[in-house]
C-alpha cells in the first residue's frame, strides 16, 4: 500500500489523476455542459459561505457517524453513481466499492458502469445502491432492476435529470467512448499513460458490463453507440415513478431535484431520499448550484411534514463542504469527482485517501466550529452575511398544496 500522507487534499489527487488518467476519460470527468457556469458555481458558492470559529467548547468524542436511510454511514457521505468509473482505473467501481466498505460508507453503482451489478455483488460483502437511468427499453429496465434485486442491492436510485443530454464538448472533441477508438491522437495520448494502459491490459472489462449481453442487439462498440444514443427516455415523468417504485419494493431516491416544487412531488412519491443535484453541471449549464438550491428545498420539504431524507450532491471537494451542506439541513451527501480524483490517481488507495481527508476535514472544522456530533449541526455555525443569500428571505408556500 503506497504512502499517501503527503496526499493532503482532493485537490493533490485531481492533479495526479490528470497526470496519469488518457485525456478522455479526465476530461470526461473534470468537465460540465456548454460554457460549465454550473460546474464551476457547484464549487465557488461552497466557497462564499464562512464559519464560525467557537472556542474553550470540550472538543472529546466527536462523532461523525450517522444513517443515510437507514444505512450506517461513518459521515453523512455516500459515494455517488458514476459513468465511466471503470476507464478511471482498471475494474475501477470494484476498487470504489472496497474502500467504500472498508471505510464505512455506502457505494452507489451507475447504470453506465464498465463493472457490472454482478461483478460488485462477487467482489464486495457489505450492500451497495443502484442507480436506474430509465431506457426507451423497458424489457431491459425490468431485468436491470431484477438484476439489482438478485445482487441484493439495498436501494435504487432513480436518476430524474437524464431524459435528455446535456452537450458536453470536451467529451464530442475526445470522441468519448469505452474502450477508446484507436484513433491517431488516442494512440498517441495512451503511450504517455503506461501505467493505465498495463492495468487495462490485465482486466476483461473494457465497456459498459450492466448494457453489453443484457441489451439486445448489442454485442460491440458500434452497436452500443447506436444503443445508448437512442435509449434515453424522454417520456420519463412523475407518473412513472409509482411504476418503478413497485417493482423495486424496496427502498428508493431520486436524483436530480433542483427546485422546491419537485422536491415535494419526491416526497408525495413515497421516495425515502431525495438529492439534490444538478448532475455536477453536466446537464443544464446556467442553473443554480446545488449548494444554492438546497436551503428551499429543505424548508419546501419540511412544509410538507415529510419525512423523506434530502442529501446534497455536486460540487463537494472538502469536509469543510460536507460540513456546510448539513448545517443547511442536508441529512446526508454525495461524492462523484473528489473519489473519482484519488481513483484516476492511486486506485482504491486513492479512493480510501479521499475519504480519509474529507472525513478529517469535516471532524476538525466541526470541532472548531465548537460542535461534537454532525448530527447536531444547525446553520448557527455559519456567519451570517455570508449564505442568507442561498436561502429563500420568504417562508415557503408550496403552489402544490391542496
Known amino acids: 500500500m503506497k504512502d499517501l500522507k503527503k496526499i493532503t487534499e482532493v485537490?493533490?489527487?485531481?492533479r495526479v489523476a490528470e497526470r496519469k488518467v488518457p485525456r478522455m476519460f479526465y476530461d470526461y470527468v473534470d468537465s460540465g455542459s456548454w460554457t460549465e457556469t454550473t460546474y464551476r458555481n457547484n464549487e465557488s458558492d461552497f466557497d462564499r459561505i464562512k464559519l464560525r470559529?467557537?472556542?474553550?467548547?470540550?472538543?472529546?468524542?466527536?462523532?461523525?457517524?450517522?444513517?443515510?436511510?437507514?444505512?450506517p454511514a461513518s459521515m453523512p457521505v455516500a459515494i455517488a453513481p458514476t459513468g465511466f468509473t471503470g476507464m478511471m482505473w482498471a475494474d475501477g467501481e470494484i476498487h470504489a466499492a472496497r474502500a467504500a466498505e472498508k471505510f464505512g460508507v455506502p457505494f452507489s453503482l451507475s447504470t453506465m458502469s464498465i463493472c457490472s451489478i454482478e461483478d460488485i455483488a462477487e467482489n464486495t460483502n457489505a450492500p451497495f445502491w443502484f442507480q436506474l437511468y430509465v431506457m426507451r427499453d423497458q424489457e431491459y429496465v425490468s431485468?436491470?432492476?431484477?438484476?439489482?434485486?438478485d445482487a441484493n442491492c439495498s436501494a435504487l436510485i432513480l436518476t430524474a435529470d437524464l431524459q435528455v443530454l446535456g452537450q458536453r464538448h470536451k467529451d464530442i472533441k475526445n470522441g468519448l467512448s469505452a474502450p477508446p477508438r484507436p484513433t491517431f491522437a488516442n494512440i498517441v495520448?495512451?503511450?504517455t499513460k503506461p501505467q493505465w494502459c498495463m492495468?487495462?491490459?490485465?482486466?476483461?472489462r473494457h465497456t459498459f458490463g450492466n448494457i453489453v449481453g443484457h441489451a439486445k442487439g448489442v454485442d460491440d462498440l458500434s452497436s452500443l453507440t447506436a444503443w445508448t444514443e437512442e435509449q434515453f427516455d424522454p417520456r420519463l415523468s412523475w407518473d412513472d415513478v409509482a411504476r418503478i417504485k413497485d417493482m423495486w419494493g424496496g427502498k428508493l431516491i431520486i436524483k436530480g431535484i433542483m427546485e422546491p416544487e419537485d422536491a415535494i412531488m419526491a416526497a408525495r412519491s413515497g421516495a425515502d431520499a431525495l438529492v439534490v443535484s444538478n448532475h455536477g453541471g453536466r446537464q443544464l449549464d446556467g442553473a443554480l448550484s446545488s449548494i444554492a438550491a438546497l436551503a428551499d428545498i429543505v424548508q419546501a420539504v419540511r412544509a410538507e411534514n415529510s419525512n423523506i431524507e434530502v442529501w446534497l450532491d455536486s460540487g463537494i471537494r472538502s469536509?469543510?463542504?460536507?460540513?456546510?451542506?448539513?448545517?443547511?439541513?442536508?441529512?446526508?451527501?454525495?461524492?462523484?469527482?473528489?473519489f473519482l480524483y484519488g481513483l484516476g490517481a492511486y486506485g482504491e488507495d486513492g479512493v480510501?485517501?479521499?475519504?480519509e481527508i474529507i472525513y478529517k476535514e469535516c471532524d476538525i472544522s466541526m470541532a472548531f466550529c465548537?460542535?461534537?456530533?454532525?448530527n447536531q449541526v444547525a446553520d448557527d455555525i455559519l456567519v451570517k452575511g455570508t449564505y442568507e443569500q442561498l436561502k429563500s428571505s420568504q417562508p415557503y408556500i408550496s403552489p402544490l398544496r391542496w
Do not use: F, P
Not at 472556542?55 to 443515510?68: P, Q, Y
Not at 492495468?199 to 476483461?204: A, D, I, Q, S
Not at 460536507?322 to 451527501?333: C, F, M, P, Q
Not at 465548537?370 to 454532525?374: A, E, K, S, V
Open 11 to 14: 485537490e493533490d489527487l485531481r
Open 53 to 71: 470559529q467557537r472556542v474553550l467548547v470540550n472538543m472529546e468524542g466527536r462523532s461523525l457517524a450517522t444513517n443515510m436511510i437507514g444505512t
Open 143 to 149: 431485468n436491470l432492476i431484477q438484476r439489482a434485486k
Open 189 to 191: 495520448n495512451l503511450m
Open 199 to 204: 492495468n487495462m491490459l490485465g482486466t476483461k
Open 319 to 338: 469536509g469543510q463542504d460536507v460540513l456546510k451542506a448539513i448545517s443547511l439541513g442536508a441529512t446526508g451527501t454525495m461524492i462523484g469527482r473528489a
Open 352 to 355: 480510501r485517501r479521499a475519504l
Open 370 to 374: 465548537g460542535h461534537t456530533n454532525i
